[in-house]
């Protein structure tokens, strides 16, 4: 970064002399400091962040928080993490990233049934962030969010397995609680968790989670529940308990509940979502007032699978549903005994071709094109595997056992369209895991938009940047992965 600050100096220098020619240092020094003086003070931010690691520069995470400012960075070491400092975890309204080095799988917070994963609740926004992490035995008492709360705070949340989590005398959320809160939750595993309360005639909401805003995408919610013990109780939304939410090319399967089994929503939109086998032992389960459905596969085992007020359109509803290009077919799972939901195709194998290739709304094209993601080429696929999806892992394993190709090298593909004039996609393609980070800057070098920043599995990726927001000129996306690095010019042009 100090080279780059260097460089912009450097250019600043060239740029006065091709203007004004040569001068004298006073009237160099006169015009040319506070430009390199903003220059660098733009640039600060990035210099002086500092990474706190943990355990080698704090004991526990929450003292890496506390040493923290904004725009720092807690990286975690694989391992266990248990006892005080690393449960009950505080941000303290901090824009701050707490990381693990290598993902879930190897970097644990078990709770050990006395207190919560992290927890948000001083008006935390998206500049605050959890990454890569298993949450597991959380235990809370009278309130929600055994595994993350999120109270009058939207902070992000990616790559976390929330896992067998308990709320207990309480109405919200098992596994993750958000109230006056829009977090955006993206490649999650939330599965096990429960909400219980045992109070007469009250109501649990939100095995899984709860939230009321925000975004849950590219996630998994499976074998959750919530109930009530009491006289006359009811739970309701094992998997999720949701209200003005977006949730996008999520799996919600295997939860139950007495009122929605897997989902209970208002006013929530739900995109290429696999919905099925999850039970509600007094209704259908998903029970719904108003909130939208589109591009989902709805196919649970009660007759009938929604009860309420939805509108659905270019789904696969069991039982079916009124609506624009709905079906009511065998979606054709590729294996439901070992919960792989990616549909059959011939060409990748499989006997059949799923009836739900293809058949999405018209409007909506499929983001990457492989027999793990979108399988057709004319339209979007329903389910959860197709629609404007980047964020699925290409996995590596046929159906037979055999590899599926992996990219060689490390590359970060021209966009395209370019010029264009109000999004472009860009992709990219990894041989092997890791952190990646793909970002948008201007020709300041000032960064406007992070793109990807997160743990990717192998294979072949794709996003699209919408600028619709943004003036025409040039910019730059940069994608930052191991020690590979690479830089595009790009061209809006409105």
Not at 102 to 121: A, L, M, Q, S
Not at 170 to 190: A, H, M, Q
Not at 316 to 337: A, H, Q, T, V
Not at 378 to 400: I, Q
Request: proline share 4%; charged share 20%.
């Amino acid at each position: 970064m100090r080279g780059e600050i260097r460089y912009h100096i450097s250019l600043a220098k060239r740029l006065w002399k091709n203007t004004h020619g040569q001068v004298s240092k006073t009237s160099v020094g006169f015009f040319f400091f506070p430009l390199v003086f903003g220059m660098v003070m733009l640039l600060a931010p990035a210099v002086w962040s500092k990474t706190i690691h943990v355990p080698g520069d704090s004991a526990t995470i929450q003292a890496g928080i506390d040493g923290t400012v904004h725009g720092d960075t807690v990286l975690v070491a694989d391992g266990l993490y248990i006892g005080a400092g690393n449960r009950n975890i505080d941000f303290l309204g901090k824009a701050i990233v707490v990381r693990s080095e290598n993902g879930p799988e190897v970097t644990v917070i078990d709770c050990n049934w006395k207190g919560r994963g992290f927890y948000f609740h001083e008006g935390e926004n998206l500049e605050s962030k959890v990454e890569g992490f298993t949450i597991t035995r959380g235990y809370v008492l009278f309130e929600g969010g055994a595994g993350i709360k999120c109270q009058d705070s939207s902070p992000a949340i990616s790559n976390c397995h929330v896992i067998n989590n308990t709320a207990s005398c309480s109405d919200y959320g098992g596994g993750i609680y958000c109230r006056n809160s829009s977090p955006i939750i993206e490649e999650c595993i939330i599965s096990g968790n429960e909400v219980i309360i045992e109070v007469d005639f009250s109501t649990s909401m939100g095995g899984g989670l709860y939230c009321t805003g925000g975004i849950i995408r590219d996630g998994i919610i499976s074998h959750n529940s919530a109930w009530c013990i009491g006289s006359w109780g009811r739970g309701q939304g094992g998997g999720i308990d949701c209200d003005s939410s977006m949730i996008i090319n999520c799996i919600i399967y295997g939860n139950d509940a007495l009122w929605g089994g897997g989902i209970h929503c208002h006013a929530s939109q739900f995109v290429n979502c696999t919905i099925l086998f999850n039970s509600g032992s007094w209704e259908e389960a998903l029970v719904t007032s108003p909130s939208n459905f589109i591009n989902c596969i709805i196919w649970d085992t009660t007759d009938g699978s929604i009860y309420g007020d939805a509108t659905v359109t270019y789904s696969d509803i069991k039982g079916g549903w009124p609506g624009e290009g709905n079906i009511d077919e065998d979606p054709l799972f590729r294996d439901l005994d070992n919960d792989n939901y990616h549909l059959m195709a011939t060409y990748c194998g499989d006997p059949y071709d799923s009836p739900c290739i293809d058949a999405g709304d018209p409007s909506i094209l499929d983001d990457s094109l492989d027999c793990w993601h979108g399988l057709g080429t004319s339209r979007s696929d329903m389910g959860a595997y197709g629609g404007a999806n980047a964020g699925w892992p290409t996995l590596v394993e046929g159906e037979k056992g055999q590899a599926e190709s992996l990219p060689k090298d490390f590359v970060l593909l021209q966009n395209y369209p370019n010029p264009f004039n109000s999004g472009t996609r860009l992709r990219y393609n990894l041989p092997k895991p890791g952190f990646v980070r793909l970002y948008i800057y201007n020709v300041l070098g000032q960064q406007l938009k992070v793109l990807v920043e997160g743990h990717r599995e192998a294979g072949a990726h794709s996003i699209v940047w919408d600028a619709s927001g943004f003036p025409s000129g040039i910019y730059f996306a940069r994608l930052e992965v191991g020690g590979y690095s690479k830089t595009i010019k790009m061209v809006l042009l409105k």
